[in-house]
Nanobody, 125 residues
């Protein structure tokens, strides 16, 4: 599967953004999808993950209640709706896919084998 992330930009604190990830390939609907982010000088961290059907969602504690991950298998797309953004959310955001057929929604970046190119989110204070 090939991934293309988009939707990043500059937003003021308290604002919202919706990231999109377009996937190509027939295995998308059987792949657990995730969003990760990497701030300057920091490790890439898990933000949110989603099962094949969208029924199981995982979030890092710092975004719970503010971010929502979703997917549309008919459109081969996964989304990250971000609200109440904070300056500490500033990072490059990456979408990622686990190998098809593996159902566990992992927060470990090494469990994902396909990555999009990243989209920059900048939150100003």
């Amino acid at each position: 599967v090939q991934l293309q992330a988009s939707g990043g930009g500059l937003v003021q604190a308290g604002g919202s953004l919706r990231l999109s990830c377009a996937a190509s390939g027939r295995t998308f609907s059987s792949s657990v999808m995730g969003w990760f982010r990497q701030a300057p000088g920091k490790e890439r961290e898990f933000v949110a993950g989603l099962s094949w059907s969208g029924g199981i969602k995982q979030y890092v504690d710092s975004v719970k209640g503010r971010f929502t991950i979703s997917r549309d298998n008919a459109k081969n797309a996964v989304y990250l709706q971000m609200t109440s953004l904070k300056p500490e959310d500033t990072a490059v955001y990456y979408c990622a896919a686990r190998p098809p057929g593996l159902g566990y929604v992992s927060s470990n970046r090494y469990d994902y084998d396909h990555w999009g190119q990243g989209t920059l989110v900048t939150v100003s204070s």
